[in-house]
Nanobody, 122 residues
Framework: QVQLVESGGGLVQAGGSLRLSCAAS????????MGWYRQAPGKQRELVAR???????NYADSVKGRFTISRDNAKNTVYLQMNSLKPEDTAVYYC????????????????WGQGTQVTVSS
C-alpha cells in the first residue's frame, strides 16, 4: 500500500502565505503525476495544480500567478507554495499521486491524502 501524508495547512490572513507538503511512502516503484486538489464546503473537489514526473505543471485559472507546485522526486514529496491567499482559497486541500507499485506492471494507481484544512480570514 501507499500512504500520502499532507502537512502545512492552517489559518492565515488574506494576503498571507502557506506551504503545503505531501510525502508519499510505502510500495512505490515510480510516481507519475502528483497534484493538489481542494474542496470547499458545499462545492465539488477541484484541481488546483498538477505536476508530472518531468516537472511540467498546470494550474487552475483561479490560482495562476499565486500558487506554485513543485516536487522532490528523491523524497517522493510534492509541495504547494500558496501566496497572496484569498478568503475564497479556504478549503480542505488534498494531495493526489499516480503510483506504479511494481517494476513488473505498468498499472498506475491513484492515491489520496487525508486532506489538510486551509482557512483564509478576511
Amino acid at each position: 500500500q501507499v500512504q500520502l501524508v499532507e502537512s502545512g495547512g492552517g489559518l492565515v490572513q488574506a494576503g498571507g502565505s502557506l506551504r503545503l507538503s505531501c510525502a508519499a511512502s510505502g510500495r512505490i516503484f515510480r510516481i507519475n503525476a502528483m497534484g493538489w486538489y481542494r474542496q470547499a464546503p458545499g462545492k465539488q473537489r477541484e484541481l488546483v495544480a498538477r505536476i508530472t514526473s518531468g516537472g511540467s505543471t498546470n494550474y487552475a485559472d483561479s490560482v495562476k500567478g499565486r500558487f506554485t507546485i513543485s516536487r522532490d522526486n528523491a523524497k517522493n514529496t510534492v509541495y504547494l507554495q500558496m501566496n497572496s491567499l484569498k478568503p475564497e482559497d479556504t478549503a480542505v486541500y488534498y494531495c493526489n499521486a499516480g503510483v506504479v507499485t511494481s517494476s513488473y506492471s505498468s498499472l498506475v494507481y491513484a492515491y489520496w491524502g487525508q486532506g489538510t484544512q486551509v482557512t483564509v480570514s478576511s
